[in-house]
């Protein structure tokens, strides 16, 4: 008996029919949402410091502050970010929770969507006014 046929299977049945490993279909979702969580955590707190820093500016100030060019970047950088980890997280929990595979390739279909249109549509709000 060779040794490929005498070491224990850790794949499910569905995994070899499809040929995944048993990590090879989760990983790259598991780094994103690692590296995009830790970006994330300066970022956040730039952008919370920030609007406290501003309670009660106006709205003429509020424009001046997000057209400074290291603002704006930091603005689009936590927008890329927050979406792309939003996207990948949902991606997640709908992979596990959503029954039927026609279902639950649609509903990530449209997460991602939605985040793709939500982030470009508030990238593009930074950079109308950055420009």
């Not at 048993?22 to 707190?45: D, E, K």
Request: aromatic share 8%.
């Amino acid at each position: 008996m060779s040794e490929q046929h005498s070491a224990i299977r850790l794949q499910s049945a569905l995994g070899r029919v499809r040929g995944y490993g048993s990590a090879r279909g989760g990983t790259h979702h598991w780094w994103v949402q690692r590296v995009t969580s830790m970006a994330l955590l300066p970022l956040t707190l730039w952008f919370i410091l920030s609007v406290a820093g501003h309670t009660g500016a106006t709205h003429a100030e509020i424009v001046l502050w997000i057209g400074r060019p290291l603002n704006a970047v930091l603005l689009l950088s936590f927008i890329a970010i927050s979406f792309q980890h939003a996207a990948s997280g949902m991606q997640v929990v709908l992979e596990d929770y959503v029954r039927g595979e026609m279902k639950r390739v649609m509903a990530i279909l449209v997460v991602k969507a939605l985040c793709w249109i939500l982030g470009l549509l508030a990238a593009l709000s930074v950079l109308r006014i950055a420009i």
